[in-house]
């Protein structure tokens, strides 16, 4: 099973920037697809963005897209979502995370990491 350590998270103000990393450990990029997902307190969690390994194809939900980009480099076996215009709203754990299946690429995650805090103030 793959190792997934996120960093990047921290306080910002809205209208700020922030970027996440997650380093994945050997072998990440054989894994069908690397997602972001983030839980609000109190909220379940929920799908933010994807990159499929094989082809670099690229997925949003409607509350970011157009704000945040997900990337991957894959010599470094490490995936980033850079997001930009944050809003308070955006406030969560972000979750790196890996899907050993193909299909739909919101869900059926099978590796998480811990999580990094992004905080966004008004």
């Known amino acids: 099973q793959v190792q997934l350590v996120e960093t990047g998270g921290g306080l910002v103000q809205a209208g700020g920037s922030l970027r996440l990393s997650c380093a994945a450990s050997s072998g990440a990029f054989s894994f069908y697809a690397m997602g972001w997902f983030r839980q609000a307190p109190g909220k379940e969690r929920e799908f933010v963005s994807a990159?499929?390994?094989?082809?670099?194809?690229?997925y949003y939900s409607v509350p970011v897209k157009g704000r945040f980009t997900i990337s991957r480099d894959s010599a470094e076996n490490t995936v980033y979502l850079q997001m930009d215009f944050l809003k308070p709203e955006d406030t969560a754990v972000y979750y790196c995370?890996?899907?050993?299946?193909?299909?739909?690429?919101?869900?059926?995650?099978?590796?998480w990491g811990q999580g990094t805090q992004v905080t966004v103030s008004s």
């Open positions: 990159i499929l390994s094989s082809r670099g194809l690229t």
């Open positions: 995370a890996a899907k050993s299946s193909s299909g739909i690429p919101t869900r059926d995650y099978d590796s």
